[in-house]
């Protein structure tokens, strides 16, 4: 695994019966040798490496809701760890997306199957504005989840920003106040 990036193991990507075959297999291709002395049932494997010498923190995260990715993000992008730290998020579902996303998916299954609006968030412990809400929004869109937005827009045209180009490159000395005070004539 790149140190670089977290990685996310879902459910169902590994089974305990693997686990279990890995561990046999392993101990089948090492048998133990006579020259060799046997070890205490309780033998713990020592790591062989200067005390000194730095090793990666391993980080392990249940979860890959918004608050595991939020995680994964930060580690990698705003704390700039990712050398420094081996990130692992272990998620219960087949996909991201957290409890909200499970919450919704089960919403509108119920609700198709027949359910009221009170009936469903009496029966998954929410509000019944909630309930109504994601249901409003896979009647209008035909998803539940969120629709991408087109963002803020720029506060400056492209001719401004070329001219403040021009003024900041031509005058290596101007202040704030100067730039703004030629922007502004």
Known sequence: MDSAQSEVILAGDIALSDVERIVAAAAAESPPHSSMPTRPSNWVPIREQYRGQPRPLKIITIGAGFSGLTMAYKIQHQYKLGDHIQHVIYEKNLDIGGTWEYKH????????????????????NISWTCVKNAIKRYCEHGTFKDLSRMGRPSKITPRTARHLKRLING??????????QKLND
């Open 171 to 180: 005058e290596n000395q101007a202040n704030v106040n100067i730039i703004t």
């Open 105 to 124: 998916a089960q919403t509108i299954a119920l609700f198709d199957t027949g359910f009221t609006i009170s009936h469903v968030g009496h029966q998954l």
